[in-house]
């Protein structure tokens, strides 16, 4: 069955600092990979997706993200953290038809000034 | 104005009651889904439609109904509200399958506590 991982529940930078979050799936067919993030009272707004082709992929927002299907692996990076990036980011996996994405649990982000 | 709009945006209920929660979308998508998400827990697919006269149970559909009244509307029903259904419940949308139509987009939520 599809599931996701997202090791971390809470990550903490420092404003200006990079920011990697991390996202493992697994799923029985070719994936259909997604970044969503949620602001606090919001719902969730898709930051990037990979269907195929290029492994890296640019989303909104100065983020981008690579997928390496030799890890499983779909992590999300942004160079310079923003204040405005405190967050909640869901990476999610899903099939053709769209009627199966499964998303993780989250990771929090937390922007120090 | 909104897309994908959900009233009400907080209920608060008692065990037992009947609540009904609306979706309605001005995107024009023909699949819509139902949502909840609690925490620790990412987000759960309970049921989905592909267009008005189909519906399909999600991973978590025990304990809830949905009515597609409309290719616009899509409401989620719990018939007698229990506590740990006390959750963030989110609708989202979707164009016809294939790639590049893959991405949903989604409501603001509704805040419901069950008492």
């Known amino acids: 069955a599809q599931s996701v991982t997202q090791p971390d529940i809470h990550i903490t930078v420092s404003e200006g600092a990079s920011l990697e979050l991390r996202c493992n799936y697994s799923y029985g067919a070719t994936p259909y990979l997604f970044w969503y993030v949620q602001s606090p009272g919001q719902g969730l707004q898709l930051l990037l997706k990979y269907f195929s082709g290029d492994t890296l992929v640019q989303g909104i927002k100065g983020f981008e993200a690579e997928f390496k299907r030799s890890q499983s692996s779909f992590n999300l990076r942004k160079p310079s953290v923003h204040w405005s990036d405190a967050a909640e980011y869901f990476c999610?996996?899903?099939?053709?038809?769209?009627?199966?994405?499964?998303f993780g649990a989250g990771t929090r982000l937390t922007v120090k000034p | 104005d909104a897309d994908v709009t959900q009233t009400p945006r907080n209920r608060i209920t008692k065990t037992g009651k009947r609540i009904m929660l609306e979706c309605s979308q001005t995107k024009g998508h023909d699949r819509m889904y139902w949502y909840r998400q609690d925490p620790g827990l990412g987000l759960r697919l309970i049921y989905y439609?592909?267009?008005?006269?189909?519906?399909n149970k999600g991973e978590i559909s025990d304990g809830y109904s949905v009515s597609r009244q409309a290719q616009a509307k899509f409401s989620l029903s719990l018939e007698s509200a229990i506590p740990n259904q006390t959750a963030l419940y989110f609708c989202?949308?979707?164009?016809?399958?294939?790639?590049?139509?893959?991405?949903?987009?989604f409501g603001p939520g509704t805040r419901l506590t069950v008492l």
């Open positions: 989202a949308t979707a164009g016809r399958s294939g790639p590049g139509y893959n991405e949903q987009f």
């Open positions: 999610a996996v899903g099939g053709y038809n769209n009627n199966d994405m499964r």
């Open positions: 439609s592909f267009d008005v006269k189909d519906i």
